[in-house]
């Protein structure tokens, strides 16, 4: 098994997020559509005078799965990009995933440019399940171990990270020695799938914690395919690859 397998296993599902009574501006709507743009999700809006404004529905085969606010979708996916995590503006504690965005998981996202920031909003999340938990095993691969000296934002959040009661592995390229600290173990490794992939993953012992994962792979430069997952089977079938392939 690959990382490569991984993502190409992934199945998918046929969701739509469905907007509700919107009233706010076309752009943002506009915005929505555009997120999603070439991706197996379709975003719809209709009139329903039973229903509140501005709602959205995330939807399988005509079942609503989870809802969320128009403005809350703008206010964390649409209207903001990924510096506001490099630069550390939101710190970990303050990450908040719209159910509707967090729900769309299980299939396969293929993204470059902005629409990167979906597979960053969901790495963040899953991080910061990590970090409320407060203990677990979180694994995170970043290309090049260089880019936690480039990106402050992301230092800081593994500093945060590391200060927890957390088992923390960081992978990639060693071309940088980024992270003293005792909590976090740096795993610099010159393999071609570390310097490809992107990967996130949590797992926990306890049976009331949330396991999650996120998995992509450079398929061309800056071009991802990845999915997410909080499928406890799935998660624990990529930690399991992960530590049998580069913790041995």
């Not at 797992?203 to 009331?208: A, N, P, V």
Request: aromatic fraction near 8%.
């Amino acid at each position: 098994m690959t990382f490569a397998q991984f993502v190409d296993g992934v199945e998918g599902r046929e969701l739509t997020l469905r907007v509700v009574n919107r009233t706010e501006e076309d752009p943002v709507y506009g915005m929505l559509e555009d997120r999603f743009a070439d991706q197996d999700v379709v975003v719809e809006e209709i009139d329903d005078a039973d229903a509140p404004e501005n709602e959205v529905l995330l939807c399988e085969a005509g079942e609503a799965l989870a809802v969320s606010s128009l403005t809350e979708v703008r206010d964390s996916v649409l209207t903001v990009n990924s510096d506001l995590y490099i630069t550390g503006s939101r710190p970990l504690e303050n990450v908040d995933t719209p159910d509707v965005i967090a729900g769309l998981g299980e299939t396969t996202f293929s993204v470059g440019g902005h629409q990167k920031y979906l597979l960053i909003q969901l790495s963040r999340e899953i991080e910061a399940m990590a970090l409320q938990a407060g203990e677990g095993v979180l694994h995170s691969g970043f290309q090049e171990l260089s880019r936690l000296d480039d990106e402050r934002g992301t230092l800081a959040a593994y500093e945060t990270l590391g200060d927890a009661d957390l088992d923390v592995h960081v992978y990639g390229i060693p071309d940088a020695d980024p992270l003293d600290h005792p909590g976090v173990a740096l795993h610099g490794i010159d393999a071609e799938e570390i310097r490809t992939s992107w990967f996130v993953v949590f797992t926990s012992e306890r049976e009331d914690v949330q396991e999650a994962a996120l998995v992509a792979v450079e398929r061309e430069p800056e071009l991802w395919d990845g999915f997410w997952t909080f499928e406890s089977d799935l998660v624990g079938e990529v930690e399991e690859y992960l530590e049998s392939a580069y913790l041995q």
